[in-house]
């Protein structure tokens, strides 16, 4: 079984700038969930999707980020404008709907503002 | 919002030593998981936890759930350099569809040889 996919590996930006990330699930999962990883702390779930419908998104920064799932497949995390603070790993994660809880990772997308 | 609390943050020891790890919470979960997350990739499931008072063995570590499902902790016995990681506790709240975690800080395990 493939794993989660996720591109880029890393992204160096000037703050301002924009940047996207992409994310395709394990096939089947219909839940899809983002996370800030910010150096020193655990994930914060960002945005959670079950297929193309947004479940959760109340900890997502709504003025500068934005996500997307419209196949209900792979989904993509966009930031504009980027700011210091946005410095992270971004790591998406699937779990099917049914079943038992678990999540599965993806490596992460390694993000730097500077 | 549900806050988890581990500790300690950092730990570093010999190998041949043991350790235990404590996740807290003033929050009930459902079930509680732990993952090991290693430099540049993404968190991997090592158990999850759900009922009070459980206690769980993988190898040489061992996962208990408190009785009141707040706090949970991770024994590893005589560790072994592979063991060094970051061990992330998370708590759920609810199931199926609507299932999402919080995680704790982590505890930056290194065992050195």
């Known amino acids: 079984e493939a794993g989660v996919a996720q591109s880029p590996r890393y992204k160096i930006i000037e703050k301002r700038q924009s940047v996207a990330f992409w994310c395709n699930p394990i096939?089947?999962?219909?839940?899809l969930y983002w996370y800030q990883q910010i150096l020193g702390q655990g994930p914060k779930l960002l945005i959670q999707f079950q297929n193309n419908g947004v479940v959760d998104d109340s900890q997502l920064p709504k003025d500068r980020f934005s996500a997307e799932r419209l196949k209900g497949v792979d989904s993509t995390l966009k930031i504009q404008p980027a700011k210091l603070e946005d410095s992270a790993v971004y790591l998406c994660a699937s779990k099917h709907s049914s079943g038992a809880n678990v999540l599965t990772f993806g490596a992460g997308s390694r993000l730097t503002v500077l | 919002t549900q806050l988890l609390e581990q500790s300690p943050q950092f730990l570093s020891i010999q190998e041949g030593e043991n350790l235990t790890v404590y996740c807290n919470s003033s929050?009930?979960?459902?079930?509680l998981q732990w993952y090991r997350q290693e430099p540049g990739e993404g968190p991997v499931l090592l158990v999850t936890v759900v009922t009070g008072g459980e206690v769980k063995k993988l190898k040489r570590l061992t996962f208990q759930f408190g009785d009141a499902r707040k706090d949970s902790s991770l024994h590893i016995t005589a560790a072994q350099p592979g063991d060094t990681g970051l061990y992330l506790c998370?708590?759920?709240?609810?199931?199926?569809?609507?299932?999402?975690?919080?995680f704790g800080k982590g505890t930056l395990l290194t065992v050195n040889p």
């Open positions: 929050s009930v979960f459902s079930s």
């Open positions: 096939s089947g999962h219909a839940t």
């Open positions: 998370a708590g759920a709240a609810s199931g199926g569809s609507n299932y999402k975690l919080t």
